[in-house]
């Protein structure tokens, strides 16, 4: 594979909000440390995204000591919000799945609503060791993930984004691309290997901390939204569909599962297992 290296690191603290680029991270079973343990939930409970809301592109989540979060977004006033206090729970829906929450301040869910115009609540994963099991298709006993999609990392390759805007330049929406890595909204990229090369990956080491390759990730309409403007497009939705389709899934990078605790830093080299 040549001299791969870790490119970049992204963490993104409230779901579907704007995260922020760290030059190191501590991998925790269940994900990069802070990455997604808030999320927000509609009056039925139900996890509110950018498939439905991509108004939430333009909101930013900023990781404060302790676990809490500052929010900011256009027009609004930033707010501090603090992990909530323990006590008791209410039910999370992410994506037919019921996990268990606490529910952050009435503050909170005054500003996001007033921002979406919409009834939402934000709220808090409390324990990401036991709330929310990796699908057990993909997992092995007793892994967890926080409120990402499915899987406690995504990693992506430079080289795969270059190839795939060669695709978007020669297809019927070129003036949409090249588009920037922020729309598929990885954890981890990793530079200086071939195109498509983490299609063969099943186990890879970042550094010191070694990672099993659970599945390929299927894309969907989030990566179509202009991460700054929150307008959507096409791309790349319309060339992944006819160049990287797999078992009915539109396909860009791969989800990871830790294999231990450890720290992962910018430039660190990345080798590939089996």
Same mark, same amino acid.
């Given at each position: 594979?040549?001299?791969?290296?870790?490119?970049?690191?992204?963490?993104?603290?409230?779901?579907?909000?704007?995260?922020?680029?760290?030059?190191?991270?501590?991998?925790?079973?269940?994900?990069?440390?802070?990455?997604?343990?808030?999320?927000?939930?509609?009056?039925?409970?139900?996890?509110?995204?950018?498939? $439905?809301?991509? *108004?939430?592109?333009?909101?930013? #989540? =900023?990781?404060?000591? %302790?676990?809490? &979060?500052?929010?900011?977004?256009?027009?609004?006033?930033?707010?501090?919000?603090?992990?909530?206090?323990?006590?008791?729970?209410?039910?999370?829906?992410?994506?037919?799945?019921?996990?268990?929450?606490?529910?952050?301040?009435?503050?909170?869910?005054?500003?996001?609503?007033?921002?979406?115009?919409?009834?939402?609540?934000?709220?808090?994963?409390?324990?990401?060791?036991?709330?929310?099991?990796?699908?057990?298709?993909?997992?092995?006993?007793?892994?967890?993930?926080?409120?990402?999609?499915?899987?406690?990392?995504?990693?992506?390759?430079?080289?795969?984004?270059?190839?795939?805007?060669?695709?978007?330049?020669?297809?019927?929406?070129?003036?949409?691309?090249?588009?920037?890595?922020?729309?598929?909204?990885?954890? $981890?990229?990793? *530079?200086?290997?071939?195109?498509? #090369? =983490?299609?063969?990956? %099943?186990?890879? &080491?970042?550094?010191?901390?070694?990672?099993?390759?659970?599945?390929?990730?299927?894309?969907?309409?989030?990566?179509?939204?202009?991460?700054?403007?929150?307008?959507?497009?096409?791309?790349?939705?319309?060339?992944?569909?006819?160049?990287?389709?797999?078992?009915?899934?539109?396909?860009?990078?791969?989800?990871?599962?830790?294999?231990?605790?450890?720290?992962?830093?910018?430039?660190?080299?990345?080798?590939?297992?089996?």
């Amino acid at each position: 594979m040549g001299m791969a290296e870790l490119q970049s690191i992204h963490v993104h603290p409230v779901k579907s909000l704007r995260g922020f680029s760290p030059r190191e991270a501590v991998v925790e079973p269940w994900g990069l440390a802070g990455d997604r343990r808030w999320v927000l939930i509609d009056d039925g409970g139900k996890v509110v995204t950018q498939r $439905v809301q991509p *108004r939430l592109a333009r909101a930013a #989540a =900023e990781p404060l000591p %302790g676990g809490g &979060v500052r929010l900011s977004a256009p027009g609004r006033a930033p707010l501090t919000v603090p992990v909530p206090e323990p006590g008791s729970t209410v039910p999370v829906d992410i994506f037919g799945t019921k996990v268990e929450a606490v529910l952050a301040t009435q503050a909170a869910h005054a500003w996001c609503g007033a921002y979406l115009e919409a009834d939402v609540r934000l709220a808090h994963m409390d324990d990401p060791a036991t709330r929310r099991p990796i699908d057990p298709d993909h997992a092995l006993p007793g892994e967890t993930v926080s409120f990402a999609d499915g899987y406690p990392l995504l990693v992506t390759t430079q080289a795969s984004l270059d190839a795939l805007n060669s695709l978007v330049s020669g297809g019927e929406h070129a003036d949409e691309g090249p588009l920037p890595m922020n729309r598929f909204r990885p954890n $981890v990229v990793v *530079r200086g290997t071939p195109p498509w #090369a =983490e299609d063969g990956w %099943g186990r890879i &080491v970042i550094g010191e901390v070694e990672f099993r390759v659970a599945k390929m990730c299927g894309r969907c309409v989030v990566t179509t939204t202009d991460q700054f403007t929150a307008e959507r497009g096409r791309e790349p939705l319309w060339t992944l569909a006819r160049h990287r389709r797999f078992g009915g899934r539109l396909v860009f990078g791969q989800n990871l599962v830790p294999h231990s605790p450890g720290t992962i830093r910018v430039g660190d080299p990345v080798r590939v297992l089996g």
